[in-house]
């Protein structure tokens, strides 16, 4: 079946500091690929997506590339802010089940000032 | 526009008894799906209903059921409480299933607690 594998956390940062989020995927088919994020209290708000290798997701600093020779839709931002403390899930859709998404376990990451 | 609504926020049960958890979906939205997150897990898929029938279900016991009304809103039951039990329950909403073109928005959720 699909899954998702995330590195695993915590992660803790300076601000300013550069952020990589590893992600990798196993699905049949050609699943869209998503970064949810999921700040403490709150449900998960949806960050980026991409649909198709090559494709770049992008939102709020935050950047991943859709890798099929790689199965890998890794999370990065240049420089991280406190606001950005929160879990980042990683999560697909299509492939053999196109009515869900399958999530991997989440990284925290605590950006320190 | 008001976003995904859950209700309760909180619930403490004991073992064996029944509950009852409720959401209503972002308006215009069809598609309302429920997923398990236990402490330190990602979300795990339940259910998910579209135009009011059952569309998927997840490797969940038939303890677990859910239904759609005709306003969109939705219900989870979950009968015979186990321990086991005890996680924040999501529902989210969307246009369709979940798509690219038809991203999920997520509840804040319910906690629910089984002593």
């Known amino acids: 079946g699909d899954s998702v594998t995330q590195m695993e956390g915590p992660v803790t940062l300076s601000e300013e500091a550069f952020l990589t989020i590893n992600c990798t995927y196993t699905?049949?088919?050609?699943?869209?690929l998503f970064w949810y994020v999921q700040y403490p209290g709150e449900g998960l708000q949806l960050l980026l997506k991409?649909?198709?290798?090559?494709d770049k997701g992008s939102n709020k600093g935050f950047e991943a590339t859709y890798r099929k020779e790689t199965t890998s839709f890794h999370l990065e931002k240049g420089s991280v802010q406190v606001s950005d403390s929160a879990v980042y899930f990683c999560?697909?859709?299509?492939?053999?089940?196109?009515?869900?998404?399958?999530f991997g376990k989440g990284t925290l990451l605590t950006v320190n000032p | 526009d008001a976003g995904v609504t859950q209700s309760p926020t909180h619930l403490i049960k004991t073992r064996g008894q029944q509950v009852t958890l409720r959401c209503s979906p972002i308006?215009?939205?069809?598609?309302v799906s429920w997923y398990q997150q236990v402490l330190g897990q990602g979300p795990q898929f339940i259910f998910q209903y579209y135009e009011k029938e059952e569309r998927g279900r997840g490797n969940f016991p038939d303890r677990f059921s859910a239904r759609q009304f005709p306003n969109y809103s939705s219900e989870l039951n979950v009968n015979a409480l186990l321990l086991g039990d005890s996680a924040l329950y999501l529902c989210?909403?969307?246009?369709?299933?979940?798509?690219?073109?038809?991203?999920?928005?997520f509840g804040n959720g319910t906690r629910l607690t089984v002593t």
């Open positions: 308006s215009g939205h069809k598609s």
């Open positions: 989210a909403s969307s246009l369709q299933g979940a798509s690219y073109n038809s991203p999920l928005h």
């Open positions: 991409a649909t198709k290798a090559d």
């Open positions: 999560a697909l859709s299509g492939g053999g089940s196109n009515y869900k998404l399958t």
């Open positions: 699905a049949t088919g050609y699943p869209s």
